[in-house]
């Protein structure tokens, strides 16, 4: 069964801050990873998108890798300010495109 | 201004009452997608569409229903026939396969 895994289920950092944040899966075939913020009662924002080839990938203080071998992903938050407590989902799309595998998501909240 | 709108934010509904949920794009995207969000719980697929006047049942289609008469707008209705309704619903569009996916704002269903 196609299933995405996320690590911790919340996380509480002090502002300033770096933390990382785990996704493993098992969707198969695999043609893409992708990360979103989401903020409380808010849509998905999309962070990051990353392909079978690529190992990282940056967007400002947002690092995302990826290890198709062992099928894990992390998302790495540096410097943390507190816009960024939300939650972060990781969603895993299989080899047609078209079919999205959600994580349950990592609740993060940044504290003054 | 590009993007896909979702509405109304809040909606309650009382038992037996079916209700519509608005989602409107004018990204020119053709596939279209309803999920429905639970506490704890990934995004589920409801339903999707690929083309103007086709739809496909996703994960838990049951109690729901769609339409895709404009490729415009995909709207969603909850049925009296869904049991359990209360949840925050997002709708996504994609121009195709393996593109960007985007997410209006969400509608959050009460029952009461």
């Known amino acids: 069964k196609n299933q995405v895994e996320q690590s911790p289920q919340s996380l509480i950092i002090l502002e300033g801050k770096n933390c990382t944040l785990q996704?493993?899966?098992?969707?198969?075939?695999?043609?893409?990873l992708r990360w979103y913020k989401q903020d409380t009662g808010r849509g998905p924002v999309s962070l990051t998108i990353m392909t079978f080839s690529e190992n990282t990938k940056s967007n400002g203080r947002y690092t995302a890798t990826l290890d198709a071998d062992t099928k894990q992903s992390s998302l790495h938050i540096t410097a943390s300010q507190l816009s960024d407590s939300a939650s972060y989902i990781c969603?895993?799309?299989?080899?047609?495109?078209?079919?999205?595998?959600f994580g349950p998501g990592t609740r993060l909240s940044v504290l003054p | 201004d590009g993007g896909i709108t979702q509405s109304p934010k809040y909606l309650f509904r009382k038992e037996g009452q079916n209700v519509t949920l608005s989602c409107e794009q004018n990204l020119n995207h053709d596939a279209m997608y309803w999920y429905r969000q639970d506490p704890g719980q990934g995004l589920r697929l409801i339903y999707y569409s690929q083309i103007v006047n086709d739809f496909q049942k996703g994960d838990i289609a049951e109690g729901y229903s769609v339409s895709r008469e404009k490729k415009e707008s995909f709207p969603l209705t909850v049925t009296s026939a869904q049991k359990n309704p209360t949840a925050f619903y997002l709708c996504?569009?994609?121009?195709?396969?393996?593109?960007?996916?985007?997410f209006g704002q969400g509608t959050r269903l009460t029952v009461v």
């Open positions: 969603v895993v799309i299989d080899n047609y495109g078209q079919n999205f595998v």
């Open positions: 996504a569009s994609m121009r195709e396969r393996n593109t960007e996916a985007f």
């Open positions: 996704c493993n899966y098992t969707v198969s075939p695999f043609s893409n």
